[in-house]
T-cell receptor, first 114, second 113 residues
Framework: RKEVEQDPGPFNVPEGATVAFNCTYS??????FFWYRQDCRKEPKLLMS???SGNEDGRFTAQLNRASQYISLLIRDSKLSDSATYLC???????????????FGSGTQLTVLP | NAGVTQTPKFRVLKTGQSMTLLCAQD?????MYWYRQDPGMGLRLIHY???????AKGEVPDGYNVSRLKKQNFLLGLESAAPSQTSVYFC????????????FGDGTRLSIL
């Protein structure tokens, strides 16, 4: 089983739609969780961190379910510019003070259609 | 605002050749990382560094070496390139701390023939 698993998609949605991605992780000791966005042939960029209580940033909402070991990302009112690959990232971290070793999911591809 | 800069952007090598990829960051980050990204797979950590003069192995270190002689630079070397090392290589850097994001360079596309 992969440490971080995502549905690869692709998700093709019309503009204005709401779309949700899920991600599961295998290491119950994981401490930090993130969603990154990667445009085609570009570098990954941090979209948002995921906090235990859930957090929202504009049209984006991230949630964490530690008991079931999954993370979700909800995008409301999709824009054409949201088309990208969304990477679920988990810190399977070693110990305090050590470099964070992030494990990346293989990504979920989203295309927002006009 | 350069951030993380990788050179070269593209390179084609023959099997057995060696080369060095350079990563430079101007954000005074302590930590630096080298990843590779292959189709259908997530980014995989090759090596990382928690400070000048220190390096450590990541998930897929075989066939690569690294050096961090200066805080702002992190070099990735391929000793004897193999076709299996054809990939996109990303460098990243970050401050210490669990919640700090990693900032990525725009990648090096490497093909080994």
């Amino acid at each position: 089983r992969k440490e971080v698993e995502q549905d690869p998609g692709p998700f093709n949605v019309p503009e204005g739609a709401t779309v949700a991605f899920n991600c599961t992780y295998s290491n119950s000791a994981s401490q930090s969780f993130f969603w990154y966005r990667q445009d085609c042939r570009k570098e990954p960029k941090l979209l948002m961190s995921v906090y235990s209580s859930g957090n929202e940033d504009g049209r984006f909402t991230a949630q964490l379910n530690r008991a079931s070991q999954y993370i979700s990302l909800l995008i409301r009112d999709s824009k054409l510019s949201d088309s990208a690959t969304y990477l679920c990232v988990v810190n399977t971290g070693i110990s305090s003070g050590s470099a964070r070793q992030l494990t990346f999911g293989s990504g979920t591809q989203l295309t927002v259609l006009p | 605002n350069a951030g993380v800069t990788q050179t070269p952007k593209f390179r084609v090598l023959k099997t057995g050749q060696s080369m060095t990829l350079l990563c430079a960051q101007d954000m005074n980050h302590e930590y630096m990382y080298w990843y590779r990204q292959d189709p259908g797979m997530g980014l995989r950590l090759i090596h990382y560094s928690v400070g000048e003069g220190t390096t450590a192995k990541g998930e897929v270190p075989d066939g690569y070496n690294v050096s961090r002689l200066k805080k702002q630079n992190f070099l990735l070397g391929l000793e004897s390139a193999a076709p299996s090392q054809t990939s996109v290589y990303f460098c990243a850097s970050s401050y210490p701390g669990d919640k700090r994001p990693q900032h990525f360079g725009d990648g090096t596309r490497l093909s080994i023939l």
